[in-house]
């Protein structure tokens, strides 16, 4: 069977996770370093302006290719048994997530908050 399918946009789908990681990164170090002057203090509203756009626009573009994955996958997906189900089911229990899938999210977010803790704890 052909693989192309899951291959559709995954460089793409490296970059957005990549860049979401780094973004947030550097939203906290510039938090934290940039605006402690009351001369900036004031760009603190257009940075979260940019930075929640950016955010809204990745995880825009991780559910279209999701979306569009799982098209592709459905429709080369086996035809329904005699009972008019199909052969292997997708459940998805939480926010369209799998059990596997909600234990990485919960693992990254909680190794993320740690680690930017610890990076703004050593600069101060």
Do not use: C
């Not at 799982?70 to 189900?85: C, H, I, K, L, M």
């Amino acid at each position: 069977m052909d693989s192309t399918p899951r291959k559709t946009g995954t460089a793409f789908e490296y970059f957005l996770y990549t860049a979401i990681l780094t973004e947030t990164g550097l939203a906290a170090m510039i938090y934290k370093t940039l605006f402690r002057t009351a001369d900036l203090e004031r760009l603190q509203i257009y940075f979260a302006i940019f930075y929640f756009g950016f955010l809204a626009w990745a995880i825009f573009q991780l559910n279209k290719l999701h979306r569009n994955r799982r098209e592709a996958a459905a429709q080369s997906a086996p035809a329904p048994d005699v009972e008019g189900t199909a052969a292997s089911p997708d459940t998805r229990p939480a926010l369209g997530l799998t059990g596997g899938q909600i234990v990485v999210v919960v693992v990254v977010f909680a190794t993320a908050v740690a680690g930017f803790t610890w990076v703004l704890k050593l600069l101060n």
